[in-house]
């Protein structure tokens, strides 16, 4: 068998992955499946993404996309067809499901800890400390139930509205997107035998039909793949040529060449450095020259991230 192009580093809980799994469902794509702890340290995945911890991380060779925000985007690139982008212009669907996201993580999360009840004492911690900066144990979570519950009941009744006109997705006849960031806040409140009462909470009975057609979309052709495979392939390939630019140098005072730093500006605020090599409308890429692998472009977000000179 020829190894697949594409890598996704990635944990079977994690709904962000959930999501690009999806996506590789919806293009019908072989790829290679690296599983990760739910946790760092990852010793194996830390050469790759330099530190940067959030999952998934996709890897085409020696070009590491970080954040579901750029690597839907750069699977657009590569396989075009069929496109994720159904019945919407891409930006706008990228734009209008970042904000949805953004506003409902914590609701989300609050909803989900209602229904599973005390989680794991290690990964409280983290995600407490070095991740989302907030408490999430069931007691912390508790006392706001009723308001994240109303965010979020608020939120499916406008998906239920949306997918009222018999279409069978939210871009018309086929999936996306827009599907995709809607089905995979409710895969995490939903799952772990929470579908009953999550759906009896928020009145998911008329959406039921859409949950299933877009679980039915499958996740492509993984195959199982060691992570030192994957940091053969990143060792022996070259990053693709990337034009140096700085498109908004009134923004961000570095030029290509810099050394800089990227972190996230919300959640898990671990800083990667390496040096700029383009900032455009939508994505911030930097090199990185790692000692196990070489030679890397590492592909952000402008969307959600800083760029700092170091």
Known sequence: ????????????????????????????????????????????????AGGYR??????????????????????????????????????????????????????????????????????LRDRKDDYLYVDISHAAMEPDFARNAQRVAAWTSRLAA????????LGGDRPGVADLAHYHLLWLMRGGGRAGAVDRLLGLGPILGWIERVAA?????????????????????EPAPVGAVNAVPDLIAAAPGDTVTVTPDDFARVPVEGRLVAVDEGRIVIRRDDPQVGALHLHFPRAGFTVARS
């Open 162 to 169: 949306a997918l009222s006109e018999d279409r069978p997705f």
């Open 54 to 123: 959030r999952i998934p991380v996709l890897q085409v060779g020696a070009d590491i996309y970080c954040d579901t925000h750029v690597i839907l985007p750069a699977l657009e690139r590569l396989h075009p067809k069929p496109s994720l982008y159904p019945g919407f212009v891409p930006a706008l669907a990228e734009g209008l499901t970042y904000g949805l996201e953004r506003d409902l993580w914590l609701a989300v999360i609050g909803v989900t800890v209602h229904f599973a009840g005390d989680l794991p004492e290690p990964f």
């Open 217 to 237: 979309l499958g996740h492509g052709r993984p195959r199982e793949m060691g992570a030192e495979a994957a940091l053969d392939i990143a060792r022996t390939a």
């Open 1 to 48: 068998m020829t190894t697949p192009q594409i890598i996704l580093h990635h944990y079977a809980f994690s709904p962000y992955a959930e999501k690009i799994r999806l996506a590789l469902g919806i293009k019908d794509l072989d790829w290679g499946s690296v599983d990760v702890a739910m946790m760092p340290p990852r010793p194996l995945l830390a050469p790759l």
